[in-house]
């Protein structure tokens, strides 16, 4: 019985030993310039996503682009670099208005000089129309299942990967 006392005490010792045992997922370092038609592209987040299809499995690294459209991408937990593998990139613009802000466009109240109803929602528009969401590229680099950057690879160290935006998709 006292055996058995030891072994399962000696059991639960080890097992925070096995658990913080586990493989930690590879990291490379990644910073890049993002451009538009050859142009540096500031205001956009750039989001690495690691393709299970590929085998690259962790968490998702992202960056916001600055004034020369220079990125250095870090995952929600702030360790730099993206995990080991391949990846499908999106760049989000930032200045493209979002669905919601371009649907509720609110007539002014008339009690504030705006000659219109309180809070009365105004009928879509071509401005308002949210199927006229204009922004500075195509949508489709938003878009994961649609962005060609596909099979974007990561490895270790630090690399630079450039990704070349072109206002119109062929």
Excluded: W
């Excluded at 080890?14 to 050859?38: H, N, S």
């Excluded at 992202?62 to 670099?81: P, S």
């Excluded at 596909?150 to 160290?157: A, C, L, M, P, S």
């Amino acid at each position: 019985m006292v055996r058995r006392g030891v072994l399962f005490g000696a059991i639960l010792l080890a097992l925070p030993l096995a658990v913080g045992c586990q493989r930690e997922i590879p990291y490379g370092q990644v910073e890049g310039v993002v451009t538009l038609d050859g142009k540096p592209l500031p205001d956009t987040e750039v989001v690495f996503l690691p393709d299970p299809d590929k085998k690259t499995f962790g968490k998702h690294s992202h960056a916001f682009t600055d004034k020369d459209g220079r990125f250095k991408i870090a995952n929600d937990m702030g360790r730099e670099g993206g995990s080991v593998g391949f990846h499908r990139v999106v760049v989000n613009d930032l200045l493209r208005p979002k669905k919601e802000d371009v649907a509720r466009v609110r007539i002014p109240d008339e009690t504030k000089g705006g000659g219109g109803l309180a809070g009365v929602i105004a009928p879509p528009t071509a401005a308002s129309n949210p199927n006229e969401r204009k922004g500075r590229f195509s949508e489709d680099y938003e878009d994961v299942l649609k962005t060609p950057f596909r099979d974007i690879e990561v490895k270790t160290g630090s690399q630079t990967i450039d990704l070349p935006l072109k206002s119109k998709l062929p």
